[in-house]
């Protein structure tokens, strides 16, 4: 299982914000999409969840994932939503040439995060 973690301030997006904390499974037919960021300067990641983890309630931890609304995919969810059209934005394999860096962090709260630190110019989307 692994929890899709945003880092949520002023710029966070409707669908981040929505998606912050949602627990996915690998067998999860959207499960692929959730590993990428959603958007340009997205600044989500997903994080593995252990089988033994527990929620605050001490209740074992399970996957509450639903796939986000359309009109919040449409707006937010370039990559999710057409994940070849912006294939070529992928972290390739070599550091040379990635339009990202993914940095860790522990946030004030304790909880992990990852800050993607973009390398390209933020650019608008042209939606078809």
Same mark, same amino acid.
């Given at each position: ?6 880092? $949520? ?5 409707? $669908? ?16 692929? +999409?959730? +590993? ?9 990641? $997903?994080?593995g969840?252990?089988a033994d983890?527990?929620?605050? =309630?001490g ?5 509450? %994932? ?6 919040l $995919?449409?707006q ?5 939503v057409?994940?070849?059209? %912006?294939?070529?934005?992928? /972290? ?12 860790? %962090? /522990?946030? =004030? ?7 993607l ?5 933020? %650019? ?5």
């Amino acid at each position: 299982m692994f929890e899709r973690i945003e880092d $949520l301030d002023g710029e966070t997006c409707e $669908l981040c914000m929505q998606m912050d904390g949602v627990i996915v499974s690998r067998d999860d037919p959207d499960f692929d +999409q959730m +590993q990428n960021p959603f958007h340009i300067n997205c600044r989500g990641i $997903l994080a593995g969840v252990a089988a033994d983890e527990v929620g605050p =309630d001490g209740e074992p931890i399970e996957p509450d %994932y639903e796939r986000p609304a359309p009109d919040l $995919l449409d707006q937010y969810g370039h990559f999710f939503v057409d994940k070849q059209r %912006y294939a070529p934005l992928r /972290v390739p394999a070599h550091p040379e040439g990635r339009d990202f860096i993914a940095r860790p %962090y /522990v946030d =004030d709260q304790g909880r992990r995060r990852i800050r993607l630190d973009w390398r390209i110019e933020p %650019y608008d989307l042209e939606v078809a």
